[in-house]
């Protein structure tokens, strides 16, 4: 046994020395990776270099609806798009959080309310992009909330790589310098230049009922925490509803408690709140690619409304 | 829990570990607690029902060796009701309600029976099997009623073979429970080579081929001919590697802890006949069949027809045992049907084989198995009938298109789901499965390795494990024989 135990140790020690050592390697090479965009605003976050005037958040709404580009040119100020595809505040709020760690303060921040803001999601979407970051505590105490990674993830070198066996050639690749070209987003803004697709009838169809969002309370204490946190530290909120289709805006039959949330912080804590729910721009398929998203027609005339909008306030 | 998850890893260091810390006379309790955990962490509930199947096979094995003459026969009948009636209404009870449905349909009459929404519980199949061998053999006297309720119920539960076999007999398995096995070092790292081998089959191989195979079965009309054969390659070796490479898993795992379980594959597809193919693919239930069925209803010692019809039911049986779905029994049928057409045309096959040296050629024969194995596997991977003649049919009548788009120099191999590359991986591991396998036919390679120096046998090892840790797909797919 003894003689087993000794090679066993002898065998094992180099994987698990090489394990620990590529696990760095690989993942800073990740980061510097332009495989995805989100690695690339993950490491502007992380390398401190954003330190935006004014940081916009929310889901995919925001990220495809809200050009900092309009925004810096009519308020002359510099701004970025911190929206992440498909999660609500409760991600947002450490997308935030780690921010604030590693850049200054923003004077003004844009925070998406809409249907999903304050509800709860239970799979982690687009786990890659936490992967290289998974040595960073705000980013584990974030997607440990999440279905998809584990202390497994965190704590055993690579084995977060064994499912994602191309992100790590890809890394590998970077550090090569064989990077595929930066074909990424401005500041956060993801445009997107797509038709309306009929997938939205068959959405309504199958759902003549519509969806009730639940409020998740959760989400609910860190909005909370949150508009404090920017209250005690002088930063001026806007709260925006960005343009739906009008008939999407229809299914979601609890809209109008969830609407009074954000009415009530709004009035209470004297929040700007832009709702474009029932802007003209909401009623014509022209102006979205789906029944929740604007396309680069709609993004044009939104921001256009929007930057004019948001120079009354902040200035 | 999956043979190829951490958490198995986990669990099988801690119990192996265990295994040789406890004294000799409570390894059994070890491994019992260890292998009710291994269940219950797939769907907790249902060791109620393994449970219910273990207690009445201890009581009928008991009553029937100390009972006489009808009544042990009886006894047995209950205990092989119990067990085929548990299998009944978890497997069977929902296909045979529809087909009954279909039947009344034809009458314009509506069935009243309710369908059961039941989960199937993992392995059933497999320890239903082990569970009647067990009372078979003691009913025909060559096994021992075990009167020891914990051993009984290790010889059901021991949990390397518990969801997908070797299908063990009593005669082999029971007594080694009983059976000191110290340490030993050879002995253990054969058992870990054996694993590892399974390991890399599995994640390496059939995972890999099952991204194909899934992308082309679940939408086979979207496929040209060339995809649906690549597709059809690739579930033949899908199948092996995944089944086998759990099978090694089980094997190597015992063999750590010193028990002896029965070979399940040998090299299936080197076989020269599809009677040779069934000596060697699934060994354990093939036998089982064999000694349970095919001889009880006459086996080869009966007139002709009688043989022939034999064979027939013995396979059909079989393609049920697999699901409860049309296609495992046209599957089943289909093997019954080779083996019947090989031993009707037996002399005449001769004859042509000597009249062309055909023998000379043994790849020919390989060849032609293969082909109409791997014709056969189509049924069990289809999702229905109707699907599977759709296959069929495209495979040949797309012939044309192809060698029109060939001509005219249009791209014929259709994404597939894998990654740039992936094709040519693919078909480079099945080449260098083949080779193993052809190797092994001429010489012991197990036996060659060993004999190696230490710095070869560990390249090799390090190759492997690099080849898990690079090639292996990770995805969470279950092993195939798990729904089984």
């Known amino acids: 046994m003894r003689k087993f135990l000794f090679k066993s140790i002898l065998f094992l020690s180099p994987i698990f020395v090489l394990s620990f050592m590529l696990q760095p390697f690989i993942d800073d090479g990740l980061k510097q990776s332009n495989c995805s965009p989100n690695f690339i605003e993950w490491n502007d976050i992380f390398q401190s270099k954003i330190n935006a005037d004014l940081i916009i958040q929310g889901n995919s709404r925001v990220r495809n609806h809200i050009s900092p580009k309009y925004l810096d040119s009519v308020l002359k100020l510099n701004s970025y798009n911190l929206g992440i595809d498909a999660y609500p505040f409760h991600m947002q709020y450490y997308r935030f959080l780690i921010y604030l760690q590693h850049n200054k303060k923003p004077k003004y921040i844009i925070q998406a309310t809409d249907f999903s803001t304050l509800t709860r999601r239970t799979e982690l979407f687009g786990y890659d992009q936490f992967i290289p970051f998974l040595d960073d505590k705000l980013i584990r105490e974030a997607v440990i909330k999440y279905d998809g990674l584990d202390y497994r993830d965190f704590y055993i070198p690579l084995y977060k790589y064994l499912r994602n066996q191309e992100l790590a050639l890809a890394a590998f690749k970077a550090k090569k310098g064989h990077n595929i070209p930066y074909n990424g987003n401005y500041k956060g803004f993801q445009a997107v230049d797509r038709k309306w697709n009929t997938t939205f009838h068959t959405l309504i169809k199958k759902n003549p009922d519509g969806f009730v969002n639940e409020i998740d309370t959760t989400a609910l204490r860190l909005f909370d925490t949150f508009i404090i946190y920017c209250l005690k530290e002088g930063i001026q909120l806007v709260f925006v509803n960005t343009p739906i289709y009008y008939e999407a805006n229809k299914m979601h039959v609890n809209q109008h408690c969830i609407d009074s949330i954000y009415l009530s912080y709004s009035q209470k804590y004297k929040i700007p709140f832009l709702d474009y729910s029932n802007d003209s721009i909401c009623l014509d398929t022209l102006n979205f690619f789906s029944g929740t998203h604007l396309n680069s027609i709609g993004v044009n005339k939104f921001n256009n409304q929007f930057a004019e909008d948001l120079k009354k306030i902040i200035h | ?484």
């Open chain 2, 1 to 484: 829990m999956l043979f190829n998850s951490f958490h198995f890893l986990v669990f099988f260091i801690v119990v192996t570990s265990l295994y040789f810390a406890v004294p000799h006379n409570k390894r059994w309790l070890l491994l019992l607690i260890s292998s009710c955990y291994f269940y219950m962490a797939l769907v907790p509930i249902y060791i109620f029902i393994l449970g219910f199947t273990i207690v009445i096979d201890y009581f009928a094995g008991i009553f029937i060796e100390n009972a006489v003459g009808q009544r042990r026969k009886l006894f047995l009948i209950f205990s092989l009701v119990a067990n085929i009636g548990v299998l009944a209404i978890f497997k069977y009870y929902n296909f045979i309600n529809e087909n009954f449905s279909f039947l009344l349909q034809g009458f314009g009459l509506t069935n009243p029976i309710p369908y059961l929404s039941l989960l199937l519980p993992i392995g059933l199949s497999f320890h239903t099997f082990q569970a009647m061998s067990y009372t078979i053999e003691v009913y025909r006297g060559n096994q021992k009623a075990e009167r020891h309720f914990g051993i009984y119920s290790l010889y059901v539960m021991f949990y390397p073979q518990l969801v997908a076999g070797p299908i063990e007999r009593p005669q082999n398995l029971l007594h080694q429970f009983r059976e000191k096995f110290d340490f030993d070092y050879d002995r253990v790292t054969s058992g870990l080579r054996l694993m590892l081998w399974g390991l890399f089959k599995k994640v390496v191989i059939a995972d890999r081929l099952a991204i194909v195979v899934d992308t082309v079965y679940n939408n086979p009309e979207q496929y040209n001919s060339l995809s649906l054969i690549i597709a059809t390659v690739f579930f033949t070796f899908q199948i092996f590697c995944d089944f086998s490479g759990y099978s090694d898993m089980a094997i190597g795992a015992a063999r750590i802890m010193g028990f002896k379980l029965m070979t399940n594959f040998d090299k299936p597809y080197q076989s020269k006949s599809v009677q040779e193919f069934w000596t060697r693919w699934h060994i354990s239930l093939s036998s089982w069949f064999r000694d349970y069925l095919y001889i009880t209803l006459g086996g080869n010692r009966v007139t002709i027809p009688r043989w022939y019809l034999n064979i027939f039911i013995v396979f059909l049986v079989s393609g049920l045992w697999h699901g409860a779905n049309w296609t495992f029994i046209v599957w089943g049928a289909l093997h019954g049907f080779y083996l019947i057409f090989a031993i009707v045309t037996k002399n005449f096959r001769e004859r042509v084989n000597k009249l062309f040296h055909l023998n000379k050629l043994p790849l020919i024969s390989v060849f032609t198995t293969f082909v109409l194995i791997a014709f056969a596997w189509i049924f069990f991977r289809a999702k229905s009938i109707a699907s599977a003649n759709y296959i069929i049919s495209r495979m040949f009548t797309g012939i044309p298109d192809l060698i029109n788009n060939l001509k005219g120099h249009q791209r014929v191999i259709q994404d597939l789901g894998l990654k740039e590359g992936g094709l040519l991986l693919s078909l480079i591991l099945i080449l260098f499965l083949e080779t193993v396998h052809y190797v092994q036919i001429k010489k012991n390679i197990s036996e060659v390795f060993t004999q190696q120096p230490v710095y070869i046998r560990w390249v090799v090892y390090y190759g492997l494990v690099l080849a898990i840790l690079v090639l292996g797909v990770f995805e969470d797919r279950q092993f195939i024989y798990f729904q089984f």
